[in-house]
């Protein structure tokens, strides 16, 4: 099982604390970049929305100021042909020597998938997604052209004449509906969730994997955390407050945070759900900004010193959690005060209980 | 108007003097090649795209990382990509350099090439497929509104990039030679871009397509692919030339052959050039495409520096006003272009503009 910390990156100065639309800032891009990789982050999440710069071409350009930063590229399948985004990858591995990571993400909703020009429905998406990484890995590596004819795709004689420098770029894969699971278990390397309570999270592991088991597969697992810490636990609680303040004064001067999935998004109705559970979940899991946004910002967050917040992702750990995507608020100054605290004593938590459990 | 002088960045050093397998990614020879052309004056770099090669996207944003105002003019094959995430990459490679990217629209060399990728379109739908294409890539870039489209080829609902080029637009080359390519070509270029041709040759180029492009309103500038050998004397130049033939005609069996795209009109036109001489017109060279086939695209002029400025300004005075100019040997050769051509060239231009200005 890999061990990772695994941060967000974004290609403006923006965050729910100071918002910031239609800029992309190629100084601030490398910045943060480098600023990840400073911070001992193993790697970054580079996503991708139906309105965002492209996260692939940013990757690469990040690749030129860095040297240990590994990429999990938020990838759509079902708008580029997927030998021609396997060459891409393919490509990225190569430019990065070894950096490449992709994250295939179906979901998202019919109204940002149309926008693109696909009107799939979601069980048909993921379905796709199956066959497409499938692709991906076969012109990964297969040492001949082949044809493809599949229920998705067809193609003749398709190739990559450059390979990975990984023999496989990993695959990450997010979605917990039916068809998410059911078609995510049988192909992704690593199976990306989202923050919740322990009890639920080990519940979700414990699907996924169960469900993997039935093809002979063991994932691993990736969750994301936004994350608010202080030297003491008290001014941390404060600075959560402020900064729940903050972005309710942005909201309220009509600032557009965040992404309108609609209100039947499955992401958002699970927030919301979570919220309504109460405020300080498992003792220290925020869900402060999640109730006060309707569930419209992915904002449930762990609060409280560096040990106690690498306490709990010990916990999560132990529920089955290798690698932890850990994002603050405050973009670049989160990332350079997580590397002086919450990163290194994580490692050397989750050194420990490998040593202590034998787990290897 | 001033003279666009472009050269190109394969993802090797590989050249016809000096092969180096197709599958080796090389990318400090990336580096290399962006960095020395930068430094050679050129305005922009070609960066290739076909079946079965790296991607550029990748390269292009990672030149980008390395250089200060080098610019590239990316491949970019229609049919693969949905248009308006196309649009929002582009528009992204534009924003890492600077404002420096134009886009070279290339509709497919031939089927089995399209195949590979699973385009099973014949050319003349794909030819009217990239008039929709780059229409849809216009309006993204241009919209401050999430657009709406339902065409022949695309359709889509809310079709969206939060980010813009950074002119507003980017500028679309478009390559092609048969009737259906000058067609659309005429209709929606920027720039109608040509293999090596004489000036004769161009001048045809130029008055048929602009004969089309006329009554549209339209009014494209057109680009050449030369090669140049530069000597220090006329006889030394030809000499080189001469010892290039034998070099290059000794290593042909082991070059690799570009035979996907051996089919297009374009390629047909140059074998067809070929096949009229070794020497035409005052110093153009038909020595290498004689031998390497109508694929190599290695029309050539030689002569010593003053002899190669004035032949190119033929070109200039038929209407041809961006080049991509190269040699046989990447380094090298760019080195002396830099030197000995490049600024001529500008000078050149520059003196005949302002020559034009006085006239009445």
Not at chain 2, 19 to 28: F, G, N, R
Not at chain 2, 91 to 97: E, P
Request: proline content about 4%; charged content about 25%.
């Amino acid at each position: 099982m890999t061990f990772e910390v695994i941060g967000l990156h974004f290609f403006a100065d923006s965050s729910e604390a100071h918002p910031l639309r239609g800029v992309y800032d190629p100084q601030f891009i490398r910045d943060y970049a480098v600023a990840h990789e400073a911070a001992g982050f193993d790697r970054v999440l580079v996503g991708q929305t139906a309105t965002w710069p492209d996260p692939l071409t940013t990757a690469a350009h990040v690749a030129a100021v860095t040297r240990t930063l590994k990429f999990m590229v938020a990838h759509r399948p079902g708008f580029i042909a997927p030998t021609m985004a396997a060459r891409m990858f393919a490509t990225l591995d190569r430019v990065s020597e070894g950096r490449a990571g992709v994250h295939i993400i179906t979901g998202a909703s019919d109204v940002e998938t149309q926008a693109d020009g696909d009107f799939l429905t979601k069980d048909q998406r993921y379905c796709r997604s199956r066959e497409y990484v499938e692709i991906l890995r076969r012109m990964w590596s297969s040492e001949v052209p082949f044809d493809h004819a599949g229920e998705w795709y067809r193609f003749n004689g398709a190739f990559s004449l450059v390979k990975p420098v990984q023999q496989q770029i990993p695959i990450f894969w997010a979605g917990n509906s039916t068809a998410a699971v059911e078609m995510g278990s049988q192909v992704c390397d690593v199976y990306a969730i989202g923050p919740a309570p322990l009890a639920e999270t080990r519940a979700t592991i414990e699907r996924f994997k169960a469900e993997a088991a039935l093809h002979g597969r063991n994932p691993e697992v990736s969750m994301s955390m936004r994350v608010i810490v202080s030297d003491t636990e008290e001014a941390a609680w404060q600075k959560a407050e402020r900064l729940l303040d903050t972005v309710m004064s942005h909201l309220a001067a009509g600032a557009q945070i965040g992404r309108d999935k609609g209100a039947d998004d499955p992401g958002t109705l699970a927030l919301r759900r979570q919220a309504a559970m109460g405020e300080r979940l498992d003792e220290r899991l925020w869900t402060g900004m999640t109730q006060a946004t309707q569930g419209r910002l992915h904002a449930t967050a762990l609060v409280g010193t560096p040990d106690q917040v690498a306490d709990q992702l010990v916990r999560y750990h132990a529920a089955g959690v290798d690698r932890f995507l850990l994002n603050g608020f405050y973009t670049i100054e989160d990332v350079r005060l997580f590397g002086e605290g919450l990163v290194p004593v994580l490692r050397r938590k989750i050194g420990r209980e490998r040593c202590d459990g034998g787990s290897g | 108007m001033p003279i666009e002088i472009n050269g190109l960045i394969n993802h090797n050093l590989s050249s016809e003097l000096s092969p180096v397998p197709v599958s080796h990614y090389d990318i400090d020879a990336v580096v290399r090649l962006a960095k020395v052309q930068e430094a050679a004056g050129y305005d922009r770099v070609l960066i290739a795209n076909a079946a079965m090669m790296p991607d550029n996207f990748t390269t292009a944003a990672y030149v980008g990382a390395v250089t200060e105002r080098l610019g590239v003019m990316l491949a970019h094959r229609p049919g693969f990509i949905a248009p308006t995430m196309a649009a929002r990459m582009l528009a992204t490679l534009d924003r890492l350099l600077g404002g420096r990217l134009g886009v070279h629209v290339i509709t497919g060399a031939s089927d089995i090439e399209m195949q590979c990728d699973g385009d099973f379109h014949t050319k003349e739908e794909r030819y009217d497929r990239s008039l929709e294409y780059i229409a849809i890539l216009r309006r993204i870039w241009s919209s401050t509104t999430p657009v709406d489209h339902n065409g022949r080829w695309y359709r889509f609902n809310g079709g969206f990039a939060e980010i813009k080029p950074v002119n507003g637009s980017i500028p679309v080359f478009f390559g092609g030679m048969s009737p259906a390519a000058i067609a659309t070509g005429a209709a929606c270029a920027d720039v109608f871009a040509t293999l090596s041709d004489t000036v004769a040759g161009m001048t045809e180029v130029v008055q048929k397509v602009t004969a089309v492009a006329t009554p549209l309103g339209r009014k494209p500038d057109f680009l050449v692919s030369l090669r140049l050998v530069v000597g220090e004397s006329e006889d030394k130049a030809w000499a080189q030339a001469a010892d290039l033939k034998t070099r290059i005609a000794a290593l042909e069996g082991k070059a690799e052959k570009n035979t996907v795209a051996a089919s297009a009109a374009g390629f047909a036109r140059t074998a067809e050039l070929a096949g009229r001489g070794e020497r035409l017109e005052k110093c153009f060279w038909n020595g290498i495409n004689e031998i390497r086939g109508a694929h190599s695209n290695s029309g050539t002029l030689v002569g010593d520096p003053d002899q190669l400025v004035d032949a190119i300004m033929d070109y200039w005075d038929a209407g041809v006003h961006k080049f991509i100019l190269r040699g046989y040997d990447p380094i090298a050769d760019a080195e002396t272009i830099g030197r000995d051509i490049i600024p001529a060239l500008r000078r050149k231009v520059a003196q005949r503009e302002a020559r034009v200005e006085v006239l009445p």
